[in-house]
C-alpha cells in the first residue's frame, strides 16, 4: 500500500475577515495503489505540504504563511483517486502549532553546508558555457581547451593531470512520520528540473537517507536530504572532437596526418581534431574549441520535495 507523487491541480488565494490576514488554498491530486488505502496512506504522498510549512510554489511564495490544514477527500466514483486541499494564513493564533516538546514533528529541520573534494580530469576550462547555452546569461566565453601549439588535444597523448575540484552540498534534516520509498526511488540520482533555492534547472543532484526513531510514545523518521551543487550543471560535457567531419550530405572526411610515421607508429590511422560546431570541418587557427553537452540524469522538479526555504529565525 503506497500513494504516488501528489500533483498540484489548482491554487488560489481566499478571502479572509480577520484583519486583512491572506489565505491561501492549493488542491492536490494523489493516486494511491490499493482500494483499501486510507486517509494516512495519502498523506504519505511525495509533493504533499507538510503542517505549519511557509506557502512556496513554482511561480510565488508567502514566507509568513502557513500551512494549517490538509483536509484529504476521496473522489466519488474511484476507490484510488484523492484530492488533498492545503489551507495557508498569515493568521498568527491559527498557524501556531501545539507546543510539545514530545512532538518531534514540530522540531526545525536543521542546515548544514559543506564541500565535497575530489580529483578529476580537466576536460576544457572553468568557463564552459557560451551565450546562447549559459545558465546564468552572462554571456562567459569559452576558454582555449588543453590542446599543444599544434591543436592536437593532450588528451590523446595522456598527458592530462588530475586537478582538485569540489563542489558546495546543502544538508537538510527534518522529522518525518513515514519512510516512503516511492518517492525515495523517483528521486534516485535526480537532478533539478526547476529553479530551486536560487540554482538553475540541472544544476543540484539530490540523495535522501533516513533512520528511524523514537521520543516518547512516537517513532518517525529523521531523513537527510543531501544537494550538491554543480555550477556547470550535472550534464556530462565532452570536448567536441573526432577522428573525421562529415558534410551535409553525410559524407566523412578522415583526418589525415601530415607526414609518413615511422613503423610502430600510427601509419594510416586517422588523426583526433577538434570539430566545429556543426561536425563539418576542422577548427581554424583562433577559433574557440566547443564542449558538446549531454543529459545522463532523469529530471524531477524538487518543489515536490516541499524542503524548507531559508529563514531568518523569528
Known amino acids: 500500500m503506497s500513494a504516488g507523487l501528489a500533483r498540484e491541480i489548482a491554487s488560489a488565494r481566499e478571502h479572509s475577515d480577520k484583519g486583512g490576514a491572506r489565505t491561501y488554498l492549493r488542491r492536490f491530486l494523489v493516486e494511491t495503489t490499493s482500494r483499501t488505502d486510507d486517509q494516512s496512506v495519502v498523506l504519505t504522498s511525495g509533493g504533499l505540504p507538510r503542517l505549519f510549512f511557509p506557502f512556496t510554489t513554482e511561480t510565488s511564495t508567502d514566507p509568513v504563511s502557513l500551512c494549517v490544514e490538509r483536509v484529504v477527500r476521496q473522489i466519488r466514483g474511484s476507490n484510488t483517486l484523492w484530492h488533498v486541499d492545503c489551507r495557508y494564513t498569515t493568521d498568527t493564533e491559527e498557524s501556531k502549532p501545539d507546543e510539545d516538546p514530545d512532538n518531534p514533528f514540530l522540531d526545525d529541520p536543521t542546515f548544514e553546508l559543506t564541500f565535497q573534494r575530489y580529483q ?130 553525410g559524407d566523412r572526411t578522415i583526418f589525415r596526418f601530415n607526414r609518413n610515421v615511422s613503423a610502430g607508429g600510427f601509419g594510416e590511422a586517422g588523426r583526433v581534431a577538434l570539430l566545429d560546431k556543426d561536425g563539418d570541418s576542422e577548427l581554424g587557427e583562433g577559433i574557440i574549441p566547443s564542449w558538446k553537452r549531454f543529459k545522463v540524469y532523469r529530471e524531477r522538479p524538487f518543489a515536490l520535495l516541499n524542503l524548507p526555504a531559508f529563514l531568518a529565525p523569528s
Open 120 to 249: 578529476q580530469l580537466p576536460s576544457g576550462t572553468i568557463n564552459q558555457t557560451t551565450k546562447e547555452d549559459s545558465v546564468f546569461g552572462s554571456g562567459q566565453k569559452l576558454q582555449n581547451a588543453f590542446i599543444n601549439s599544434a591543436g592536437e588535444p593532450f588528451e590523446n597523448m595522456g598527458a592530462l593531470p588530475n586537478i582538485d575540484s569540489s563542489r558546495p552540498v546543502l544538508v537538510i534534516e527534518r522529522n518525518e512520520p513515514f519512510l516512503n520509498i516511492p518517492l525515495i526511488i523517483e528521486y534516485q540520482d535526480a537532478v533539478n528540473s526547476d529553479h530551486f533555492f536560487g540554482a538553475s534547472p540541472r544544476q543540484c543532484k539530490v540523495g535522501i537517507r533516513a533512520n528511524s526513531d523514537r521520543r516518547g510514545d512516537t517513532k518517525f523518521f529523521t531523513f537527510r536530504y543531501e544537494i550538491s551543487f554543480k555550477r556547470e550543471t550535472w550534464d556530462v560535457q565532452m570536448l567536441n572532437k573526432g577522428h573525421f567531419s562529415v558534410d551535409g550530405s
